[in-house]
């Protein structure tokens, strides 16, 4: 009868044991998603924080009195470059706001000056700023969805139980800029 119980007790405790094991390996993985996830926010920010030096110049050529909009944006980016080095997300949204309120006076140029928007340069950098946007809501979409995985994975039985194990928290969402 002790070797049986024994035995039962070695069997749960192993059972114990492979179901840390898988709950740790969950955790961590959902983890690293939402890391990566991250990191392509961040791609998609410093491809669009690349186009900037460019629209820049081609507006600056066409209208080169609007130094004070051109400036701003040139701050605004710095502020996003900036940004996509720390590990905060909330500031990666506040920077990435910063710029749209830079850029739409920019863009908006394109309509005072019909040479500027004429210009094939003017249009391709629109067009690039235009998918790169599309990339970036789809980044920051994937990012709130692997967000939501490590999230309720942390707040649900078992793996609530494994969670403070692993050193892994919640994660804040990624708040659009508005």
């Not at 990435?96 to 210009?119: F, H, I, R, W």
């Not at 340069?121 to 690039?128: A, G, K, S, W, Y």
Request: proline share 3%.
């Amino acid at each position: 009868m002790v070797s049986f119980l024994l035995a039962v007790g070695l069997a749960l405790a192993v059972l114990v044991l492979i179901g840390f094991v898988l709950g740790y390996n969950k955790i961590r993985s959902a983890d690293v998603r939402v890391s990566e996830a991250l990191s392509g926010i961040d791609v998609e920010l410093t491809r669009r924080a690349a186009l900037i030096p460019s629209l820049v110049h081609t507006v600056a050529t066409f209208a080169s009195h609007e130094k004070a909009i051109l400036d701003h944006v040139t701050d605004a980016r710095a502020a996003l470059t900036t940004a996509t080095g720390g590990s905060s997300v909330a500031e990666r949204s506040a920077a990435e706001k910063q710029l749209d309120t830079a850029l739409a006076p920019v863009l908006a140029l394109g309509q005072a000056y019909p040479a500027l928007n004429s210009s094939n340069n003017f249009l391709d950098l629109q067009r690039n700023l235009a998918d790169t946007e599309d990339k970036l809501a789809f980044a920051r979409q994937y990012y709130n969805d692997s967000v939501a995985g490590l999230n309720r994975l942390l707040t649900t039985i078992p793996w609530m139980f494994v969670g403070p194990m692993t050193g892994v928290s919640d994660k804040e969402y990624y708040q659009t800029p508005r």
